[in-house]
């Protein structure tokens, strides 16, 4: 039996067994330019569109908009939504309920979040030396390094940029906040949240989490691990579709004193009352700001459906198995010494997708999609490869390491 007999069992026997393969028929991967199917392997980006979703927004449109119009504020509960659908993540990121509200941007909620965590730190009282920093992990994404230098000239702040191993030793009584990526949108790395937010604690700094590429792919433990305030985009694994509001979670103990640089009357304790002085909602409501995207929200809600009994903890074992079995096809079949791992292989710092390092990765990538596996890539040269547990199959990613070598061995010495 040749290697390549081999892996195609093996990915056969794995669909076989596995308890959230009926999961693929909810999504649409239907690729009209590979009729034979394509592998979509980017859902780290984009998640793929859930058979549910266009129905609804479609009745959305005739029915509650068209019909209902004004009415559907209240009839429809578009009102309620942010928090409806803010519960609907909570169990996805391990929060109980009341503690998440939909809206805005990751950009604006991360703004929000780190701002309003500056203002609680110091309401809170300084511990020693005056708390006149910001930690940033120095591989975040770079607009919440872009979001952090804004929060702290509004703060009176400085940032300082930590390597992400190095930030629960680098927090000190100098730190107001720390923002953390969970997992590092290039290299997949998994940091260790619980592990900074104790520290941060410790030391009277609070805790900012950006969750957009481990929601949907692994455990999180909000509440377990003391989260002070965490965001994240929802249209990645999450699958809410282009420009799906992001959320922000407000640990309950910290709702009532919440100081939003951003409050709007969707955040007003009586939005109706229409006053001209600012009073906040007393719950995650703090979190909101003005009218939300309520098409894009509600596309979301029934986007999320797809999540219905779902248990996390297999979730992220698929996770670990698809890259695992990714990184073994690679090693197989790839031709010696043209890609890397970037990834950890150790289960305990790996998230869910694999960057592979690679001189040649934009040409690469584009003779990759061209034969139906859709990655993407990072500058300079890195290969990214989202496992999204919900529909990838073992079989797509055999196919995927197959198709890799193959062109790996088409582009050697390419200029």
């Known amino acids: 039996m040749s290697e390549r007999d ?3 069992r093996e ?6 067994a596995d308890p959230l393969a009926g999961r693929r028929e909810l999504f649409v991967l239907e690729d009209p330019e590979h009729p034979e199917g394509a592998v979509y392997l980017d859902g780290n980006s984009l998640g793929a569109l859930p058979r549910a979703v266009p129905d609804r927004i479609a009745d959305v449109i005739a029915r509650e908009w068209g019909q209902l119009r004004i009415r559907s504020w209240t009839e429809s509960g578009w009102w309620e939504a942010p928090e409806r659908i803010g519960d609907r993540i909570a169990p996805l990121v391990g929060a109980a309920p009341g503690q998440i509200v939909v809206g805005d941007s990751t950009s604006v909620n991360v703004f929000k979040a780190l701002v309003g965590a500056v203002r609680l730190a110091d309401a809170d009282g300084p511990r020693g030396a005056a708390r006149d920093e910001i930690l ?3 591989a975040t994404f770079p607009t919440d390094g872009y979001i952090a230098h804004s929060a702290a000239r509004m703060t009176g702040r400085t940032v300082r940029a930590v390597p992400p191993g190095e930030l629960a030793d680098a927090v000190s009584g100098r730190t107001a906040a720390v923002l953390l990526n969970h997992v590092d949108y290039r290299t997949g790395e998994l940091h260790d949240l619980p ?3 104790a520290a941060a604690h410790a030391a009277g700094a609070r805790l900012v989490a950006d969750l957009c590429h481990s929601a949907g792919a692994l455990p999180v433990g909000l509440d377990e691990h003391g989260v002070d305030f965490a965001v994240g985009c929802t249209y990645k694994y999450l699958n ?3 420009g799906a509001p992001a959320y922000l979670y407000l640990r309950a103990e910290h709702q009532a004193r919440f100081d939003s640089p951003l409050p709007g009357w969707h955040s007003h304790r009586d939005p109706f009352g229409m006053t001209p002085d600012f009073a906040p909602a007393a719950d995650a409501r703090r979190g909101r700001v003005g009218t939300p995207d309520l098409l894009s929200m509600l596309a979301l809600e029934a986007a999320l459906t797809v999540w219905d009994g779902v248990d996390v903890a297999e979730v992220r074992a698929k996770s670990l198995a698809l890259s695992d079995f990714f990184l073994r096809c690679v090693a ?3 031709p010696a010494g043209r890609v890397v791992s970037l990834t950890p292989e150790d289960h305990a710092r790996r998230g869910s997708q694999i960057a ?5 990765a934009e040409a690469v990538m584009a003779e990759l999609v061209k034969r139906g596996v859709v990655g993407d890539h990072r500058r300079p040269g890195v290969l990214r490869f989202g496992f999204t547990p919900l529909y990838t199959s073992f079989a797509d990613v055999e196919r995927a390491a197959r198709t890799l070598a193959g062109v790996l061995r088409d582009v050697e010495g390419r200029p």
């Open 332 to 334: 197989d079949l790839a």
């Open 6 to 8: 081999a892996l195609t």
């Open 195 to 197: 592990g900074v937010t």
């Open 11 to 16: 990915a056969a026997r794995l669909d076989a």
């Open 136 to 138: 940033v992990d120095a």
């Open 356 to 360: 592979l390092e690679c001189p040649q």
């Open 240 to 242: 809410g579709g282009p």
